[in-house]
């Protein structure tokens, strides 16, 4: 079975545009997450989206913003890139509440 | 105070030896544990989940102990495959579920 698939894989961006990032969960896993990484440091919770609602919403400015599609994909938008936006960014899937997370292979966002 | 905390090392190992290393956490409404680990540039992956009263997966131990509120992971007869970034991570009971709180990473280095 397909894990956690993330799209694309990198990608490089200038200050000031928007970035648009993919993510595809596990067959039916139902709950999406998304997590910053930067270098050095632990992924950061980004939100969290259940059967197409936000159910968890981390410390990020109104910049960043996503969604979830009925098919349970989800994207995550990323508005008015700043120089700190480059990261790793981490999609994770799950079936419930109390299963662990599984993560995709993320993106790499680097902003010029 | 971050949420989760974790010495970040590196634990420089011989191969076949033992390591251990801890990982404190500050809210006692943590409710669930893990430990992921992560290669470099690449996703975390779930190396184990954390219960009460201990568990063992082939060479590897995890502990909790909440009255001290830290986890740790032993890692016996180490294999050079088990060089990686070990992220400890926790659940709050007041957050969304989906949403995993990761310290920053503890590196083990094992050498020949």
């Known amino acids: 079975d397909a894990g956690v698939t993330q799209s694309p894989t990198h990608l490089i961006k200038t200050r000031g545009q928007h970035v648009t990032l993919r993510c595809s969960p596990i067959s039916g896993h139902k709950s999406v997450s998304w997590y910053q990484q930067v270098l050095g440091q632990g992924p950061q919770f980004i939100f969290q989206y259940y059967e197409k609602e936000e159910r968890g919403r981390g410390n990020f400015p109104d910049r960043f913003s996503a969604r979830q599609f009925p098919n349970y994909s989800s994207e995550l938008n990323v508005n008015a890139l700043l120089l700190g936006d480059s990261a790793l960014y981490l999609c994770?899937?799950?079936?419930?509440?109390?299963?662990?997370?599984?993560f995709g292979d993320g993106t790499r966002l680097s902003i010029l | 105070r971050k949420e989760v905390e974790q010495d970040p090392g590196p634990f420089n190992v011989p191969e076949g030896a033992t390591v251990a290393f801890n990982c404190t956490y500050s809210?006692?409404?943590?409710?669930?544990f893990f430990w992921y680990r992560q290669d470099c540039r690449k996703e975390p992956k779930l190396l184990m989940s954390v219960y009460s009263s201990g568990n063992e997966d082939g060479r590897f131990t995890a502990q909790l102990n909440r009255a001290s509120q830290y986890i740790s992971l032993l890692i016996r007869d180490s294999k050079l495959s088990d060089s990686a970034t070990y992220l400890c991570v926790v659940t709050l009971l007041t957050d969304s579920w989906g949403k995993l709180q990761f310290g920053a990473g503890t590196q083990v280095v094992v050498t020949p």
């Open positions: 809210n006692s409404a943590s409710q669930s």
């Open positions: 994770a899937s799950s079936f419930q509440s109390n299963q662990p997370q599984h």
